[in-house]
C-alpha cells in the first residue's frame, strides 16, 4: 500500500496546554451546537464523507476518521455510516498515534494526516510529488492564510509523526519545505463557514457535488425525499433523503433541506441549511441561518439561539420505527377531527338552507322597495340551483361594523 | 405636535415561554383596555422566547387596536430579534432600537420618513443659510 489517510475531526492546537496534553478532545469553535462541523452534513453527505470520498477518488485505498468521542474505521465511512462509541474521554491525538502505527506495521509507504477543521482541495498528486521530490520526512500543507492542519508523514518515522501529532498538525520536528497550496479552502470554523461551504457546493465553487439526482438544473433531490405538489424548490437547492416538504413550503436561494428534515406548511427557507432530523415549524421565514438540533444561527446577526418550543424547531426521531408510529397516530388523531368537523359543517349549510328558505315566505313588503325589474324565471323546471335577483346585494363585516 | 396622553413602557420578563406569556398578559390586560393605549415593550432582558410569546405579542397588539392605541417594541435582544424574524411577527410591529426612542415617536405626528425629510430640509436650510442662499430656506420653511 503506498498511501493511507488518517483523518482527524476536532481537536485542535489551541487545545494543547504548554507540555502537550490534550486539554479539550472537542473545540469550542468549529462546532455548531456541540458537535464538530465536519460531522455535519452539506448537500447530502457530512464533510468528513466528502473528504473520505474525494481521498478515495485520488487512489487513497485507506481512510481511518477518528473524532473525540470515536474511532470510525474505513468500513464505516464506505457504508456511509458514522457510529461513534461515545467515550468522551478517549484521546484522539493517542488514537491518531495507534493508526499510524498499524499503518506503519502493513507497510505503508507514507501517512496523510489531516484535522478537520479546515476543508481544503489540494491536489493531493501534486502533494505527493512535492514530498518525495524534497525528500522530507514531513510535509507540511499551507494556504496564503497559514497552515491547514495537513501532513504527509513517512511511515517508518513515528518520532516525527508523533511530534506532529503532539504539535496538532502544525509543527514538525525537522525543518521542512511547506507544500504552498492554491486550491479551494474552507476554514469550517463557524456555522457561516458551513453555510457558505454549501452554498459553493451547490454552486459548483468547490469539488463537492450534491448527493442527489438533479431533477432540474441547480435543484438536487436525493431518494425517498417527500416535495408537495404546491412546495417550490427553487435552484439552486438540495433536498436530502427522506426529507419531506409540505404544502405551500419555499426552498430557495442556496438553502438546503438535509436527511429526514421536514419542512413544513408555507415556511419559507432562503439561504438556510436545515440540519439532518430537524422540523421547522408552520408559517416561519428563515432567511440566512443554519437550523438544528433545537438551535438556529442567524447568520447576519452572528446569533444562535437556542429554541425550546417544538412548534418552531423541534428534532425528528431517528428511529424509523417510532417515525412510522407518530405519523399513524397523527393520521388517526387527524381523520376524527376531520369528522366532526364535516359534520358541523353540514349542520351549518342546514342551518343556513333554513334561514333561505324562512327568508322566502317572508312576504314582499318587509324586505323594502319592490324590484323594478321581475325576477327573471327560472329556464327550464329541470334547474333546481338556487336563484338570485339582479340586485342581489352582498354585505360584508369589516371590525365591528 | 405633541400628545398628552402617557406612554407606558413595560419590560419583559427574560424567558417569555406559555406560563411567563400568560402572567404577563394578565398584567398589561388593564393597561391595554384603556383609552388610545400608547404602549412600549421593552425587550432588553429577554433571552428565550417561544411562539407563546409571539402569540401573546399579537393578542396586546389586537387588543390596542381595539382601543385605537399604538403598541411598539424597544430594545430587542439578539434573542428576541431572531424569534420575531423566524415567525414573522417583526412586520407587524414597529421596533426601535432603544426605549426612548419608541417612547419619542409617540410624541411626533409625522412618521418617520416623513420627519427625516423634514429633518433634511432644516439642515438643507441651514446649509444654506450659511452660503447666503435663499432657496433652500423657502423649501425648508
Redesign the interface.
Given at each position: 500500500m503506498d498511501l493511507a489517510a488518517i483523518i482527524i475531526v476536532g481537536a485542535r492546537r489551541e487545545d494543547f496546554d504548554t507540555a502537550g496534553n490534550n486539554q479539550l478532545a472537542r473545540p469550542a469553535s468549529e462546532s455548531f451546537a456541540d458537535i464538530p462541523l465536519a460531522l455535519l452534513d452539506v448537500v447530502g453527505k457530512s464533510v468528513v464523507h466528502h473528504v473520505a470520498d474525494r481521498l478515495r477518488r485520488a487512489g487513497v485505498e485507506a481512510v481511518t476518521a477518528l473524532t473525540a468521542e470515536a474511532l470510525c474505521e474505513p468500513a464505516a465511512l464506505r457504508d456511509g455510516q458514522l457510529q461513534p462509541a461515545c467515550r468522551q474521554d478517549t484521546d484522539i491525538w493517542r488514537a491518531a498515534e495507534e493508526a499510524f502505527s498499524a499503518y506503519a506495521c502493513e507497510g505503508v509507504e507514507n501517512v496523510l494526516l489531516l484535522r478537520l477543521g479546515p476543508y481544503a482541495e489540494f491536489d493531493l498528486n501534486a502533494l505527493l510529488d512535492f514530498h518525495r521530490n524534497r525528500r522530507q520526512n514531513t510535509t507540511l500543507v499551507f494556504d496564503q492564510n497559514g497552515p491547514l492542519d495537513i501532513a504527509v508523514v513517512q511511515a517508518a518515522r513515528r518520532n516525527d509523526a508523533t511530534f506532529l501529532m503532539r504539535n496538532g498538525l502544525r509543527a514538525a520536528r525537522l525543518p521542512a519545505e511547506p507544500y504552498v497550496t492554491q486550491a479551494y479552502v474552507n476554514q469550517l470554523q463557524t456555522a457561516q463557514d458551513l453555510r457558505r461551504l454549501a452554498q459553493d457546493a451547490l454552486l459548483m465553487r468547490c469539488d463537492i457535488h450534491p448527493h442527489g439526482q438533479e431533477l432540474k438544473p441547480g435543484v438536487w433531490v436525493a431518494e425517498r425525499a417527500r416535495i408537495h405538489r404546491t412546495a417550490r424548490v427553487l435552484a439552486p437547492a438540495f433536498v436530502g433523503a427522506h426529507a419531506k416538504l409540505r404544502a405551500a413550503s419555499v426552498v430557495t436561494r442556496c438553502s438546503t433541506v438535509e436527511h429526514h428534515a421536514e419542512v413544513d406548511c408555507g415556511t419559507v427557507l432562503e439561504d438556510t441549511t436545515v440540519l439532518p432530523y430537524t422540523y421547522v415549524?408552520t408559517?416561519?421565514?428563515?432567511?440566512h441561518a443554519v437550523a438544528g438540533f433545537g438551535r438556529?444561527v442567524?447568520l447576519r446577526?452572528q446569533?444562535e439561539?437556542?429554541?425550546?418550543?417544538s412548534?418552531?424547531l423541534g428534532t425528528v426521531t431517528a428511529s424509523a420505527t417510532w417515525r412510522t408510529v407518530k405519523s399513524a397516530a397523527s393520521l388517526a388523531a387527524y381523520l376524527p377531527v376531520q369528522a366532526v368537523r364535516g359534520l358541523l359543517r353540514g349542520g351549518r349549510r342546514a342551518q343556513s338552507a333554513a334561514v333561505a328558505h324562512t327568508d322566502a315566505e317572508i312576504p314582499a313588503s318587509h324586505h323594502g322597495p319592490a324590484p323594478l325589474e321581475p325576477t327573471p324565471e327560472p329556464l327550464s323546471a329541470s334547474n333546481q340551483g338556487p336563484q338570485f335577483a339582479g340586485d342581489f346585494a352582498v354585505v360584508r363585516r369589516y371590525g365591528n361594523e | 405636535m405633541g400628545t398628552s396622553r402617557p406612554v407606558i413602557v413595560k419590560r419583559m420578563p427574560d424567558r417569555i415561554?406559555l406560563q411567563q406569556a400568560r402572567e404577563f398578559s394578565r398584567e398589561v390586560q388593564p393597561l391595554l383596555r384603556s383609552d388610545r393605549p400608547q404602549l412600549v415593550f421593552d425587550f432588553s432582558s429577554v433571552r428565550?422566547m417561544?411562539?407563546?410569546g409571539v402569540d401573546m405579542l399579537l393578542e396586546c397588539m389586537a387588543e390596542v387596536m381595539k382601543y385605537d392605541g399604538d403598541l411598539k417594541l424597544a430594545a430587542l435582544s439578539?434573542?428576541a430579534?431572531?424569534?420575531l424574524?423566524?415567525?414573522?411577527a417583526d412586520r407587524l410591529f414597529e421596533i426601535y432600537e432603544t426605549v426612548s426612542d419608541a417612547v419619542r415617536s409617540f410624541s411626533g405626528f409625522l412618521p418617520n420618513a416623513m420627519r427625516k425629510y423634514a429633518e433634511w430640509g432644516v439642515a438643507a436650510a441651514a446649509s444654506s443659510v450659511e452660503n447666503g442662499d435663499d432657496t433652500s430656506s423657502k423649501i425648508a420653511a
Open positions: 415549524g408559517g416561519l421565514d428563515a432567511a438556529i442567524q446577526r446569533t439561539v437556542e429554541i425550546a418550543d412548534r418552531l | 415561554n428565550r417561544d411562539a407563546a439578539p434573542q430579534a431572531v424569534v424574524e423566524l415567525t414573522r
